[in-house]
């Protein structure tokens, strides 16, 4: 099975940030890949989408996701819960190794297969093999400095890839910022 990666969004100051790192590894041992993007636009750019997890399975929710955002004009909030709701329930869904974090200048949600969606309280998210390093970097840098949420990512996305064997430094950002900003 191809997997393995880290994805981070930060939201600070009206802006946020989501990245991910390039590398899919086969199993435990084999690098096959060091510059696929996991992270991406949808929705007229408005809204991205990073995932984490087998590397199909992962495709396959992010066409989902990106079907009930068009069937809830955009409406980010809705279109995860809707996903989470048919994941948990859809026998083929349940069955899908993946997970994604979605997010808008505004929101920023950590949908899984077990039907949950998660807004964190602390503005910062994070999914995949490398999650906690990078959580941790982007707790301490983004309480602690006055660096912007790219800026954090980039750098604790970094830190993640420097510990774990599962996450490399090809780093991919996206940058959303809300009206006025």
Same mark, same amino acid.
């Given at each position: 099975?191809? =997997?393995?990666?880290? $994805? @981070?969004a930060? /939201? ?8 991910g ?5 086969? *199993?435990?041992? !084999?690098?096959?890949? =060091? !510059? ?13 989408v ?34 989470? /709701? ?9 069955? @899908? ?12 949600? $950590? %949908? +899984?297969?077990?039907?949950?969606? %998660? ?9 995949? +093999?490398? +999650? ?6 982007? /707790?301490?840098?983004?309480? =602690? ?11 604790? @996305?970094?830190?993640?890839?420097? $510990?774990?064997?599962? !996450? ?5 950002? $996206? !940058?959303?910022? *809300?009206? *006025?900003?």
């Amino acid at each position: 099975m191809l =997997h393995a990666t880290t $994805i @981070l969004a930060v /939201r600070k100051n009206g802006v946020t940030t989501i990245g991910g790192d390039g590398q899919v590894t086969l *199993g435990q041992t !084999t690098i096959m890949k =060091h !510059t696929a993007e996991k992270v991406k636009t949808v929705y007229g750019g408005k809204v991205a989408v990073g995932f984490a997890g087998s590397v199909a399975d992962a495709f396959s929710l992010s066409e989902k996701f990106e079907a009930k955002l068009e069937q809830y004009s955009g409406n980010l909030q809705r279109a995860a819960i809707e996903l989470a /709701r048919e994941w948990r329930t859809d026998n083929y869904l349940r069955k @899908l190794d993946a997970m994604l974090i979605v997010c808008d200048a505004d929101n920023l949600l $950590i %949908v +899984s297969g077990d039907g949950e969606v %998660v807004d964190p309280d602390d503005d910062v998210a994070s999914i995949g +093999s490398g +999650s906690m390093y990078a959580l941790a970097a982007a /707790r301490a840098l983004s309480r =602690h400095s006055d660096l912007d949420a790219e800026t954090i990512v980039k750098s604790s @996305l970094k830190i993640a890839s420097e $510990i774990c064997v599962f !996450t490399n430094d090809n780093i991919k950002t $996206i !940058t959303l910022k *809300g009206e *006025g900003k």
